[in-house]
């Protein structure tokens, strides 16, 4: 099992996650079990799915100003056939979220490209003729590879404006044509994507412009799944949250404030960890999804706790990813060295044998060859053929004659020369070496 924790942190992370909590959280947990679903991706996907809901310039008050946005980014992790997509559509299946007396829903797009997403979240007018308000868009991307392939296209502004949507900042796009305009805290939006553990590393490359810090990552993995019955039907109730909310936002508990005012001191002082305010910001959102789904619209010590958990959950899976892409670069590196290596060896080897083949059809064309001949004839491999005369002398395969001063001046057969077996061993080597 490939996974950030063990089967025991599995289950103290759900344990922590659904023990006591409302029965909304438990109904959603029963209901994986019995669709043979990931019970804590179902849970964190159901919470997305609420935020995306949210009408625009929903506030969450986390003691800051200007207040949070709901917007909130996570990647489903696991192998192919894990269930990434049956997870995402199942929290699509039996989340209904009502604002006052009206249901409501995002609008489900995929992400093409920067400019599509500021199309696709350009300001419009609401009913009461208020500019400033554009519809919830939940964008999706069940091909995580495909994601990270647009972002890395030339000139592309998909990635800086999924930082930009995390944040609520504001988009836009000033051509000959036309001009786009997306104003700050105008929109409601979230993203949905999946990765394998082999390709997920995509999203941590690059330059540290922050968005790996801004993703929430959770797996579709359940340790415990057991064989449940498919066919029993949602138990959830409908997340009722009263028409002021787009006003009245999301409130936070003592703790919550607490932390959130520490992490702004600690970075004014600059003695914040990389990553961590983004992720005390995540945390945020996530408590707020936790919340709305059981109809409330402030956010209790219970709530935070179990958003925090995820949120370390989150961090471990980052950390695997990374870890397992550092083994896979180590693992890359070591087999090209290996096939250097036997490159190296192999092509020490056919030098070797050129060596021996040229000495032993020298003598066996004629009973000895100048070392003239040797050196021109051998010219690539003399190092070799250097160690073929040395080691045929010693054999008394060959003779030597040695100029005045002591050089080899010709070669000769030996006492112990064989034709017969030259030839069969000149054949030998001609098969073993590349034509």
Not at 107 to 120: D, H, M, N, R
Not at 292 to 303: F, I
Not at 307 to 314: N, P, R, T
Not at 331 to 358: G, V
């Amino acid at each position: 099992m490939t996974s950030a924790y063990t089967p025991e942190q599995w289950r103290q992370l759900e344990d922590i996650i659904f023990d006591g909590s409302s029965a909304q959280l438990e109904a959603i947990r029963d209901y994986a079990r019995a669709n043979q679903l990931p019970p804590i991706a179902l849970l964190v996907m159901c919470a997305l799915r609420v935020l995306a809901s949210l009408p625009a310039g929903t506030p969450l008050k986390t003691g800051f100003m200007p207040p949070g946005v709901p917007n909130m980014i996570v990647m489903l992790i696991g192998y192919p056939g894990a269930g990434k997509d049956r997870t995402q559509q199942a929290a699509s299946e039996i989340v209904t979220v009502t604002i006052g007396d009206n249901i409501v829903a995002p609008k489900e797009l995929t992400p093409g490209s920067g400019e599509g997403i500021e199309t696709a979240l350009a300001a419009i007018q609401d009913d009461s003729g208020l500019p400033g308000l554009s519809t919830p868009v939940l964008f999706g991307d069940s091909e995580g590879t495909g994601l990270a392939a647009k972002m890395k296209r030339e000139s592309s502004t998909l990635r800086s404006n999924l930082l930009k949507l995390y944040s609520g900042n504001a988009m836009g796009t000033a051509n000959k044509k036309d001009t786009v305009t997306v104003p700050a805290r105008s929109y409601t939006a979230c993203l949905w994507s999946c990765a394998q553990w082999d390709t997920a590393h995509v999203f941590l490359q690059g330059d540290d412009d922050g968005l790996k810090h801004r993703i929430m990552w959770i797996e579709v993995l359940d340790p415990d799944a057991t064989l449940g019955n498919s066919s029993t039907p949602p138990t959830l109730h409908p997340v009722a949250l009263p028409a002021s909310i787009g006003h009245a936002g999301i409130a936070y508990c003592g703790d919550a404030l607490a932390d959130v005012a520490q992490q702004g001191i600690d970075g004014l002082k600059g003695r914040a960890t990389t990553g961590s305010g983004h992720a005390l910001y995540t945390r945020c959102k996530l408590a707020a999804g936790l919340a709305l789904l059981s109809s409330r619209t402030d956010v209790t010590q219970t709530d935070w706790e179990k958003a925090g958990a995820l949120i370390d959950f989150s961090t471990a899976i980052e950390k695997k990813i990374s870890k397992l892409a550092d083994e896979a670069e180590i693992m890359k590196e070591t087999e090209a060295l290996e096939r250097k290596e036997s490159a190296k060896t192999q092509l020490h080897i056919n030098r070797q044998y050129r060596a021996e083949r040229l000495v032993l059809s020298l003598l066996k064309d004629s009973e000895s060859f100048g070392h003239r001949t040797l050196h021109d004839k051998g010219r690539r491999y003399r190092r070799q053929a250097s160690d073929v005369i040395c080691e045929f002398a010693d054999a008394g395969i060959i003779t030597i004659d040695l100029d005045s001063t002591g050089k080899p001046y010709s070669y000769h057969r030996g006492p112990a020369w064989d034709t017969e077996r030259a030839g069969e061993r000149i054949a030998y080597l001609s098969q073993q070496l590349p034509h």
